[in-house]
């Protein structure tokens, strides 16, 4: 028996590994991301299996789901959207799978910022623009170290994809604006690959009002840098002079 931390992408249900899709379909037991996670993969679950939604679950009744599935030799898939490794609270889970030595794997899946990059058609890293990438986010219930406000990741202007703040996207705007100027580019894209996928793109001085008109509220990935203007040096890897 085993738990499968497994990451489902971003919403498109061909988005998910070869390897994810077999671990589902060999589980007895299910526990997945709610209304993150497209329910079309629950389908490739076996007849049989018992699923939960884990938005209505605490940690200490998932370990009761974990040990019941452990008594019966049972696979667990545990579903999570994206990429587990990315804000997907595995650790403590991890944790508590240790102290029932229960075995588990982590399989890896596409993250929001990177889908969010394919449906802008967008490389997040351009020549003589930047070669950095932060992932970050706003403090909500989790706090930020002092280290990793905002402020201080934008000072070298790197590209921004920041999780789970659309709803602090005016507080986040007058962060940045001292260090990219009000005419950097930014993009916003809800629920990137899901059938009601939004992209909103503008410069830093405008996004507040546009989010506000498509009535964005969760679920959407803030991407900032000025890369978005599509406008670089030629890559050295395709360089005719590399050798």
């Given at each position: ?7 489902a992408?971003?919403g ?5 590994t ?39 679950l605490?940690l ?12 019966k ?8 959207s ?26 890896p ?6 889908a ?10 351009l020549?003589?623009v ?5 992932i ?44 990219y ?23 830093l001085s ?13 679920s ?11 406008n670089?040096?030629r ?9």
């Open positions: 028996m085993k738990v499968y931390f497994i990451g992408g971003p498109d249900p061909e988005l998910i070869i390897k994810g899709m077999k671990a589902i379909q060999r589980s007895g037991y299910c526990i997945y991301a709610g209304s993150l996670v497209n329910t079309e993969l629950l389908k490739s679950l076996p007849p049989h299996a018992k699923i939960y939604d884990s938005s209505n605490s200490e009744e998932m370990a009761v789901i974990y040990k019941e599935a452990l008594e030799n049972m696979d667990v898939a545990r579903i999570h994206g990429d587990p490794s990315i804000y997907g609270a595995i650790q403590e889970q991890m944790h508590v799978l240790n102290e029932l030595e229960i075995a588990y794997e982590i399989i899946g596409v993250s929001s910022f990177a969010a990059a394919a449906v802008l058609r967008q490389e997040l890293t020549p003589g930047t070669q950095t990438i932060v970050t986010r706003m403090e909500g219930k989790t706090p930020m170290p002092a280290k990793e406000h905002l402020s201080v990741l934008a000072a070298a202007t790197p590209t921004l994809c920041i999780f789970l703040s659309i709803d602090k996207i005016e507080d986040i705007v007058k962060i940045l604006l001292p260090h100027g009000n005419d950097c580019p930014v993009a916003v894209v809800y629920k990137a690959t899901w059938p009601d996928q939004k992209i909103v793109c503008t410069t405008d996004i507040t009002e546009k989010v506000r008109q498509e009535a964005i509220k969760k959407a990935l803030i991407i900032v840098g000025w890369m978005l203007r599509k670089s040096e890559s050295v890897l395709y360089s005719q002079g590399r050798k």
